[in-house]
């Protein structure tokens, strides 16, 4: 059981990316679950991101701070940037003042920095999480004086300089526990079928969506495969233009409840951002993970290999889609049950302990309540 939290005020920070905004969203409804009040928690990011959007949409109170990226190089942009990281700290303490949060909990990015600044200033205490094997700028530099850091690559560890480090995965939505597999395949009206899921993420992947079409091809006239691709908004339209969607095909822009084809799935073919892989985890199905190359820091290579390196999953390179290597490795899995087997049962070992990381997660917030 917590302590009686229903009177406590909680900030919640961090956004700009889904690797942000979700645990955040996650660890929000976690505590709403848990007796927090509405009324008491506050989503502080950029009014300008996708956070706002999402905050709204689930009825959360919204704090904005304008801060974005930060500029690389000494420059007029730079200047500018300081400045308006400036105002936003200002704005964080005006904040902290009038609200009066018992403690902090961010999720990184920039958007999160003008609250910790806020927070170290007024001794609020925080807590930070970290959904990326290479933990972010922000997290890295205030993670000295966290009460907690949480990260959710054991390999993150060695980049904080921190007492308090814990490895409880990332918060998963809850909606991914929430579902059966077979509730699932029965929305998708999926029977014996083997269920191949592929997604770009939101925006979609150009790359990725091209290498389907070839799969989709393949596999056209195959009855006992079904296959489901999330082209992504902004891709839709080019994908399935002069496309000739095969029956045992269903192609979409975007899922908004995204439990469902992945809780439906047998095999998954995604981008490796970290929440991605969370939920896939949380799924218990093994996936090909296929990073994006331009990822900061090269993220999403580091987080593809260190689920491949568990044997969860299989990776491919973006430049090796070009020369049909998808179609082959997605071939010998479905003629090897047991190489499938194998990716199957180490994404369920891995993926049990997801169910049980927002609890966790929220015991260390609450236990940084002075």
């Known amino acids: ?38 009324e008491n928690i506050f989503y502080i990011g950029n009014k300008n991101n996708p956070e706002k959007k999402i905050a709204n949409d689930a009825n959360f109170q919204f704090l904005s701070v304008e801060v974005t990226g930060m500029q690389r190089k000494f420059s007029l942009k730079f200047i500018k940037w300081v400045f308006v990281l400036f105002i936003s700290i200002i704005k964080a303490l005006f904040y902290c003042i009038k609200y009066k949060p018992d403690v902090v909990f961010a999720t990184g990015g920039y958007v999160s920095a003008p609250v910790l ?51 409880y995965n990332n918060p998963v939505r809850s909606v991914f526990f929430e579902i059966a597999k077979e509730e699932a395949r029965k929305e998708l009206n999926i029977n014996d079928e083997f269920l191949i899921l592929i997604m770009g993420g939101s925006q979609g992947a150009k790359s990725i969506n091209a290498a389907a079409k070839e799969l989709i091809e393949k596999y056209k006239n195959r009855n006992d495969i079904k296959i489901i691709l999330q082209t992504g908004r902004k891709n839709y339209d080019e994908t399935v233009k002069d496309f000739i969607i095969p029956s045992n095909t269903r192609i979409e822009p975007y899922f908004d409840n995204m439990a469902v084809p992945i809780s439906a799935s047998d095999l998954i073919i995604s981008r490796a951002g970290s929440i991605s892989i969370s939920e896939i985890l949380s799924s218990k199905n093994p996936s090909i993970l296929i990073p994006y190359p331009y990822a900061a820091a ?68 609450i236990n940084a309540i002075k």
């Open 298 to 365: 090269n993220h999403q290579r580091i987080n593809a290999k260190a689920i491949a390196d568990k044997n969860a999953a299989l990776y491919l390179e973006d430049d090796e889609l070009k020369n049909g290597k998808l179609i082959n490795v997605i071939d010998e899995l479905i003629n090897s049950k047991e190489k499938y087997n194998i990716l199957k049962n180490n994404a369920e070992n891995l993926g049990r302990d997801f169910k049980f990381a927002n609890e966790k997660i929220l015991n260390l917030i």
């Open 1 to 38: 059981m917590f302590k009686d939290i229903c009177n406590k005020k909680f900030f919640i920070t961090g956004g700009g990316t889904g690797g942000h905004i979700y645990p955040a969203v996650s660890i929000i409804n976690e505590l709403l679950k848990s007796g927090a009040e509405n």
């Open 117 to 167: 600044f806020a927070a170290n200033i007024l001794n609020i205490p925080y807590v930070l999480h970290d959904s990326d094997c290479i933990p972010g700028i922000v997290t890295r530099f205030f993670s000295k004086n966290a009460k907690a850091v949480n990260l959710a690559f054991v390999e993150a560890n060695k980049y904080i300089k921190s007492n308090n480090v814990y490895n």
